[in-house]
C-alpha cells in the first residue's frame, strides 16, 4: 500500500527530521507534497518501500537536502530485503562510518577486533588492551 493516510506522512517525515534535524518538516513536506502532485510513481511503491528509501537516503551524509529522497536512485534499490547501500554485505556495519583499525590484528576493527578477542580469551592479552597496541615484553604477561 503506497502512502495513503496522514499519519503515514507524519510518521515518514518525523523519521526523516529525526535522521536530519537540520531539515524542516515543512520543506520535507513540500518534497512529498510536489511528488504527489507530479504523479511521481515511486510514491505508489508500498509505504515500508518509501520509508526504507527515504531514510537512506536521509541518512546519508552526502545528501544536502530533503529534494533527492523521491528521485530514483541506489536508496530505492530495496527488494524488500536488500541490505542499504552503506552496509558492508558481511560484517552489516555502515561503511560511512570511519573504521579505527585495530593496530595489532590486520583487517579488523580496533572496536571489535576478533584477533584481540581470541587473545583475551586465550589470555594472551588483557581486556583492556582490547584494539590497542599490547606487547607483553613490553607491558608483562597476563596473570
Ligand atoms: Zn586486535
Redesign the pocket.
Known amino acids: 500500500m503506497p502512502i495513503e493516510t496522514k499519519p503515514q506522512i507524519d510518521a515518514l517525515i518525523n523519521v526523516i527530521v529525526l535522521l536530519r534535524p537540520e531539515w524542516n518538516r515543512a520543506g520535507v513536506f513540500s518534497v512529498l507534497k510536489k511528488a504527489h502532485e507530479e504523479g511521481n510513481p515511486l510514491l505508489l511503491r508500498p509505504f515500508e518501500d518509501i520509508v526504507v528509501a527515504c531514510t537512506r537516503k536521509a541518512a546519508d551524509p552526502k545528501t544536502r537536502g530533503p529534494a533527492p529522497l523521491l528521485m530514483e536512485g541506489r536508496h530505492w534499490d530495496t527488494n524488500g530485503s536488500g541490505p542499504a547501500p552503506n552496509v558492508h554485505p558481511d560484517t552489516g556495519y555502515d561503511t560511512t562510518v570511519p573504521v579505527e583499525p ?4 590486520e583487517g ?1 576493527s ?1 572496536h571489535n ?5 581470541a ?1 583475551i580469551l586465550a589470555g594472551l ?1 588483557p581486556p583492556e588492551y ?3 597496541p ?1 606487547d607483553p615484553h613490553k607491558h608483562g604477561r597476563v596473570s
Request: aromatic share 12%; glycine share 18%; proline share 6%.
Open positions: 585495530c593496530p595489532d590484528h579488523w580496533a577486533c576478533g584477533g584481540c578477542a587473545d592479552r582490547k584494539g590497542l599490547y
